[in-house]
């Protein structure tokens, strides 16, 4: 079956690529996504398909052909189930290749889930390299493909995070939509190129390509998905997810060619009607070259909207002067130059009586290779029209599309290789003019302030004029060479000062008397206080906070990620029994986001004061396409100072001292790869899910910031010999201790002595994860120990406690090769 590229009118216009439909539905979602899809089928007519979620699992069918094609005889019956969702597909594929037929299905680690996708991303090739070097394989070209693995790449983060995540690699432009379970996802790129409207009636609730999509299955109440955008659709309702894409600030950039020949007349874009917008563009091109005619004849059918507008402006009447032939099979033409001129002549007649004797303004809504109009300006001479003069609603098509719309390559567009006269001689019409740009923005502007959203609203018109909304240049192709900027490769100097003007603030609210000079330095100065100290020793620690970012960036929540930062650093520089003096951070981010920096360096310097210590230094390094927008990473480096003769080191520990366990709040900053797979990937958990067993949501549990020891311990170390003291960092209870204790001493811990936080037991219980393996990788509810001798360990108790710790003993020291030993597992 092929028709697609051979239809030889349509062939002169750019072709949208998809169109998309998902229902949540009371019953028969499949029933409900046909009628969608039926209703968009203008966006694409090479396959069809839909796929339902049954109850326990997904199941699909798609084929090659129209909706009605496809969806023959008991299609329905293999597609039971109240959720779904399906995909009409233009393609650019060989004859019978179905492999790009939507929606894809894919199996991951939580289950299954299904994709459909309208648009193009623009580093789609980028994208597809990437994952295939990590294994992915891919079954076709389409870009759903990329979208779907991307996604399954990221479950842990939940769906919403895992969208979230995904949609910081994307670019170009996407609506899609996503099916896991009986919950659909609807997800808009941050410029909203192609649009995506949702809504609910009747009988439940449902996302479209198009608001007409929406009326066919009763839809009452619609919205457009907004740019950036997550709508969750469930048989609770729909739920609006503002993302870290929706707050990047990109300006909109509606797809101008929905309004002038993709969409169906009587669908509503961004609250424009698409017929309104026609309209407009018709009365706009009258007032810019009203002709001296007699009839307005429209090319149909897209172009019978404008040419009403320029009748309505131009007082010159409307007259029906070609007909189409609506019966016409697709599978008619062929690929011949005679059969596709045959074709044309089948597909469009002039009517005689409209025309004869007649000046006509032909109206088109577009030109696109310039392939038709000379025989339509033909049929027009032929059925006795004595002058054709061909007005064109839209501006002329000098550009390709990187967005989803199917156009040719630059040299195939007449415009962009010929003048207007060239073109008018080639089709053979007296005159020819083509909208302006200006005037067809002024146009639908109109319309657009007449809103009443408020909203401003801006338009891609890549194809018209070469400027691409989403980059500097179109890829190589299309932009004037124009002078390259630190800005324009990604590198905001003028954020990055933004972000220290923020931070000052909590930066120098960490300032001790050590302290010499202000922020902005080349280097942090700091004049030590030794007094007291014989010999001073400097101690220094380094860390990060490793995956637990994850879930910052999941929760798009950054002001606590500091004080981790700084607690990892300074309870590693504490087990020295060392003061901490200052701290210095380093952040790399993708995109530098002064707010986002202002609230982590908020943090940092929260955990400065918790730990005493200055924060004198701190780089952040922006570094556009190493990280993706968004996401950063954060290292921390402290420096303590301890009197040589006091160094805490372990050497004195001897079997019968008694272990003080000193409780975390809770992961701390370690163990989060094997936490956000356990909870997030296996358990399916949201992070606004509260799993049995714990009293507050997941996101919260899992930022909690790590407990800083500094204060309380230094307090003991006054009054108390401590003899040991070990931070429970990555390695957990197993492999720290083991760290302080001299050759012939083990440590054995009782495992029922101290209260283990919920989180800890439901990651076991949730993954089966098994006790050794806890141990081995967590903290399991103690942060920090202390070793003193036993006839000391009360009163160290008694001063922790003081200090606000929820101190205890929870072991001894005993003989053996440098193990822990624990009981009551
Ligand atoms: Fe639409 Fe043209 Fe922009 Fe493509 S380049 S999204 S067809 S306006």
Known sequence: ????????????????????????????????????????????????????????????????????????????????????????????????????????????????????????????????????????????????????????????????????????????????????DDTIYAVRDPYGFRPLIAGSGPAGWAVASESCALDAVGITEKRDVGRGEIVVISHDGMKRIATRASRRSCPSATCIFEYIYFARPDSIIEGIGVAAAREAFGAMLAREARFDADVVVAVPESGVTAALGYSDESGIPYRQGLTKNRYMGRTFIRNSQMERELGVRLKLNAVERSCAGKRVVLVDDSIVRGTTGARLVDLMRKAGATRVDMAVSSPPVKFPCTYGIDTASRRDLVAAVKSEDEIREMIGADALHYLSIDGMLEAIGGLASARDTGEPLEFCTACLDGRYPDAISCHGK??????????????????????????????????????????????????????????????????????????????????????????????????????????????????????????????????????????????????????????????????????????????????????????????????????????????????????????????????????????????????????????????????NPPRILPHGASMALSVDTWRRPPIFDVISRTAGVAADEMFRVFNMGIGFLVVVRPEKAREAVNILVDQGEDARIIGEIIPGDGRVEFQGV
């Open 1 to 180: 079956m092929r028709h697609g590229a051979l239809r030889a009118q349509e062939a002169d216009k750019l072709k949208e690529e998809c169109g998309v439909f998902g229902a949540c539905f009371r019953e028969d979602a499949a029933v409900a996504v046909y009628y969608g899809l039926v209703s968009l089928q203008h966006r694409g007519q090479e396959s069809a398909g839909i796929a339902v979620y049954d109850g326990s699992r997904i199941r699909v069918v798609k084929g090659a052909g129209l909706a009605t094609e496809v969806f023959e005889g008991d299609a329905f019956k293999r597609l039971p189930g109240k959720t779904g969702i399906g995909h009409v597909r233009h393609g650019v594929c060989q004859d019978n290749d179905v492999s790009g037929a939507q929606p894809f299905v894919f199996r991951h680690g939580g289950g299954m889930m299904a994709v459909a996708h309208n648009g193009s991303l623009t580093n789609g090739r980028v994208l597809r390299e990437r994952l295939g070097r990590l294994g992915v394989v891919f079954q076709s070209e389409s870009d759903s493909e990329v979208i779907g693995s991307l996604i399954a790449r990221y479950f842990s983060l939940g769906m919403v995070g895992a969208i979230e995540r995904a949609m910081e690699e994307l670019e170009g432009a996407y609506s899609f939509v996503v099916m896991v």
């Open 478 to 735: 299309c932009r004037p060479p124009k002078s390259l900027s630190y800005a324009d490769s990604g590198v905001d100097i003028d954020e990055g000062e933004r972000a220290v003007q923020l931070m000052k603030p909590a930066v120098k609210s960490t300032f001790t008397p050590g302290v010499i000079g202000d922020i902005g330095g080349f280097g942090g100065l700091f004049k030590p206080d030794f007094a007291g100290m014989k010999e001073p020793v400097l101690v220094s620690g380094t860390d990060g906070v490793g995956t637990k970012l994850k879930i910052a960036f999941a929760a798009d929540r950054h002001d606590t990620i500091g004080i981790d930062a700084v607690a990892m650093c300074v309870n590693d520089v504490l087990v020295s029994g060392a003061s901490p003096l200052f701290f210095l951070d380093y952040i790399g981010c993708g995109r530098l986001d002064a707010g986002q920096i202002a609230e982590i360096v908020g943090g940092v310097a929260e955990g400065c004061r918790q730990a005493g210590c200055a924060l004198i230094g701190g780089e952040t390094a922006e570094m556009p396409g190493f990280y993706p927008d968004g996401e950063y990473d954060i290292a921390g480096f402290a420096v303590g100072a301890v009197d040589r003769g006091r160094i805490i080191d372990g050497s004195k520990i001897r079997p019968g001292d008694r272990v003080i366990g000193l409780a975390s709040s809770g992961l701390h900053s370690n163990g989060y790869s094997l936490a956000r797979k356990a909870l997030c990937e296996v358990g399916g958990f949201l992070l606004s899910d509260i799993p049995e067993g714990m009293d507050r949501p997941l996101g919260d549990e899992m930022l909690e910031p790590t407990r800083i020891y500094v204060r309380p311990v230094l307090a003991l170390i006054e009054r108390v010999e401590v003899l040991g003291m070990s931070h429970i960092t990555g390695g957990g209870l197993v492999q």
